[in-house]
Structures are given as structure tokens and as C-alpha cells.
């Protein structure tokens, strides 16, 4: 009988907008994705997560394209980044799309962290989610440094020998990020196999999970001064709707699309020249840059010392803060550490911009 009323636009005083949504809802069950979504979840702090989403459609329909017409070899691979620079239609566009989306989604996915943090949302129950959330940021570092590496150009090139010297830091398991470890295929070939294939598929089955979690464990009660962790929405607690949820995080993201539009049309993604063997002359890309003067002290070592350090102290937050309040007045310790480190950071990279580029691989 539903499905005959479906079949039937118009006719029972709905719209067809409606009609439409039940029809298609009847056959996808598409309701059964909703979560109750409070009111006070409809403003920007809560839609970082979901415009960090959209960014990655972005990318990936970006990234589809520019696959058409890059070349994974090292003999061909610069050629073809500039292939698509100056002859495929939009080319040059398309792939500043891309770069300026890259780097846009590093800034939406740590505010959506700084968001979760301040509210306490890691704590019971979502302790679980808070890990697979440290697992995608360690996916969307991995993303900017293959994706730095496979434009072929002297940072490029730099980036590789820090990633090889790195991987021999790791002893037998580094083999994996060597160039022994194929004699086939080139280690550039497989950091873009990466790129397109690896990463991609761990950060979907992550996000799959991610969502999963929000929706099973729901979003987390408003920080209020008497808030405890684990408990649920208070009875006065207004609720928004779901569907006006996702059409906010879409309209946010599509506020993001006219950014890194605009964006790319006044400051096309940079390409620099093909690489010079053994010049170590360019620093990381910004998200990266705070290791810099890490490595000026410990060498390449330090790059892996600081990424530990700083990953391991993430995934122990909900295991550190294991007090029940949400409030961040009631959790001055943990919201004290968050700025100490923020300020850490911020002053290793303005000591990163301020100092002279030097050579700390043996450039193989
Ligand atoms: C690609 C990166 C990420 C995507 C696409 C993503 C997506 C989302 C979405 C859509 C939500 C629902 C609420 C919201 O939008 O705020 C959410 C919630 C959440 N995210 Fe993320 N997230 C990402 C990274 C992270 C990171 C880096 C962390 C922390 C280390 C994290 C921890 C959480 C937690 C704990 C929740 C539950 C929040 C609550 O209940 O209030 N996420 N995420």
C-alpha cells in the first residue's frame, strides 16, 4: 500500500519533494542512518567533522581526474604534473583545487579535534572514537606527505630522502619503505599506489567506522558545569532534526568549495622544478613544518621521535583526563596541557620559518 501511495505524487497533498524522499527512503531505508541531533549540534563547532567530510569528496573527485593523466614513473613523473598544468582542459585548476582542499582539511580536521577536546567528547563513551579519529589524522598526514612527494619536484625529491632515511631508522620493518624492497617497481610508483589506493581504503574503512560510533554512541551531551561523561541529553535538552543537520554540513561545505575555488583561481597550486640529486634546499609543507627544528637538532631522527611523541600523546587523552566532568572549567589540567602544546607548536614553527634551510640527509 506504501509503495502504491509513493507511486502517487501530488495527489495526497504532499509535495513531491516528499514523495520523492519516501519512494527512494522505502527502497534504501536511508532513516535508519538518523541520529538524534541536539539543537546546540547545529552550529559550525559541530559540523567541522562533517565539512572535513565534504572537503574529501572534493579530493577525491579531484583526484580521479588528475589520475587520468599523471604518470607514476620518475622518468615521466614531473612531465606529466606539468602535462596537466598547461594542456589538459582546467587542468591547473582542477589540481589547485585539490592542493588548496588539501590543505584546508588538515585546518578543518584539527579545528573538529580542538572542538572534541574542548567539549570533552572523548571521554566515556566515545573513547573508542577519539582513537579512530588520531588513525584518520595519522591518514591525512600520510595523504600530504605522499601526495607531496608524487609531483615529482625538488621538495618532492627531499621529502623522499627523508622518508627512506626515516624508514631505515625502523630496521627490518623499514624494508617496507625502501627501495630494495621492490626491484620492479620504483618506490615513487608505490608511494602513489599509496596515494590512490592504500590510503584511500583505510580512511574510508576508518570514516565508515567514525560515522558508525556517532551514530550508535550519539553525539555528546552539551559541556554544562554539572555535564557528566556517559550521561545522556537532559529532559529540557531541545532537539533539532536530522536531515536539517546534514543540509547544514552540506551548505558549509559547499561554502568551503567557493573558498578553495576562489583560492585557486588567484594562487594556482605551486610546482617547483625538476629535482637536483642531493640539494636539500626546501622545508616541509606547513602542517609538517613544527618537526623542522626537531630535526635541526636530533637529525632525520627527530622527524620520527617528534611524529611518536605526538601521536602517542593523543591517543592517551581519553586515557589521562579520566575524570567525568565535560565542562572545561572543571577540567583545567587537561584545557592548561592543550595550550601549553598549541603554544609548543606555534613556536617551533615560527622558529622553522625563521631559520636557513640546511642539508640533514646524505640525499640518497
Ligand atoms: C578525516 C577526518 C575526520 C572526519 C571526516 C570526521 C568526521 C566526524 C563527524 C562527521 C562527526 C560528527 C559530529 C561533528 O561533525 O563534529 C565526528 C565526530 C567525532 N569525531 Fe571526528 N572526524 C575526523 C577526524 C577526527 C579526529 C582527528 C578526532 C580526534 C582525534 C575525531 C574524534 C571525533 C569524536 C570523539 C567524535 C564524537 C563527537 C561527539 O560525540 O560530540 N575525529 N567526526
Redesign the pocket.
Known amino acids: 500500500m506504501a509503495q502504491v501511495q509513493s507511486a502517487l505524487p501530488l495527489t495526497h497533498g504532499k509535495g513531491f519533494r516528499d514523495n520523492l524522499w519516501q519512494t527512494i527512503d522505502e527502497r534504501l531505508s536511508l532513516h535508519s542512518l538518523a541520529y538524534p541531533v541536539p539543537e546546540y549540534?547545529n552550529t559550525i563547532p559541530?559540523?567541522?567533522?562533517?565539512i572535513?567530510?565534504f572537503g574529501?569528496i572534493i579530493l577525491f573527485a579531484t583526484g580521479i581526474v588528475m589520475t587520468q593523466f599523471y604518470h607514476p614513473h620518475p622518468s615521466e613523473a614531473h612531465d606529466s604534473v606539468t602535462y596537466i598544468i598547461t594542456q589538459v582542459p582546467f587542468g591547473d585548476f582542477i589540481r589547485s583545487i585539490h592542493f588548496w582542499t588539501a590543505n584546508l582539511?588538515v585546518i578543518t580536521?584539527l579545528l573538529?579535534?580542538l572542538?572534541?577536546y574542548w567539549?570533552g567528547?572523548?571521554k566515556k563513551p566515545?573513547e573508542a572514537?577519539?582513537l579512530?579519529?588520531?588513525g584518520?589524522?595519522a591518514?591525512?598526514i600520510g595523504f600530504v606527505f605522499t601526495g607531496t612527494i608524487i609531483k615529482w619536484d625538488q621538495e618532492a625529491s627531499e621529502a623522499l630522502s627523508h622518508f627512506k632515511e626515516v624508514g631505515e631508522l625502523l630496521g627490518g620493518f623499514g624494508v617496507l619503505f625502501s627501495s630494495e624492497f621492490s626491484r620492479s617497481i620504483p618506490l615513487l610508483t608505490r608511494l602513489y599506489t599509496s596515494h590512490i589506493t592504500i590510503l584511500p581504503f583505510l580512511?574510508l574503512g576508518l570514516?565508515a567506522m567514525?560515522?558508525f560510533?556517532?551514530k550508535t554512541?550519539?553525539?555528546?551531551p552539551k559541556p554544562t558545569e554539572t555535564a557528566l561523561a556517559g550521561d545522556g541529553y537532559p529532559p529540557e535538552q531541545k532537539m533539532g532534526n536530522f536531515a536539517g543537520h546534514i543540509r547544514r554540513?552540506i551548505g558549509f561545505g559547499l561554502i568551503l568549495l567557493a573558498i578553495v575555488t576562489a583560492l585557486s583561481y588567484f594562487f594556482p597550486a605551486p610546482l617547483g622544478l625538476k629535482a637536483v640529486p642531493g640539494e636539500e634546499v626546501t622545508k616541509p609543507p606547513w602542517m609538517l613544518l613544527w618537526l623542522y627544528p626537531i630535526e635541526n637538532v636530533l637529525g632525520v631522527a627527530g622527524i620520527l621521535y617528534g611524529g611518536i611523541v605526538f601521536f602517542v600523546l593523543?591517543a592517551l587523552v581519553p586515557f589521562v583526563d579520566r575524570s567525568p566532568w565535560l565542562a572545561p572549567s572543571r577540567r583545567r589540567g587537561m584545557i592548561i596541557a592543550a595550550i601549553v602544546t598549541i603554544v609548543i607548536l606555534i613556536a617551533l614553527l615560527v622558529l622553522a620559518l625563521m631559520s636557513v634551510p640546511v642539508t640533514h640527509t646524505t640525499g640518497g
Open positions: 549540534a559541530y559540523i567541522l567533522g562533517g572535513t567530510l574529501f582539511v580536521a573538529h579535534l572542538r572534541i567539549t567528547s572523548y566515545r572514537n577519539w579512530v579519529g588520531v584518520l589524522l591518514l591525512i580512511f570514516v567514525h560515522l560510533l556517532v554512541l550519539k553525539i555528546s554540513m593523543l
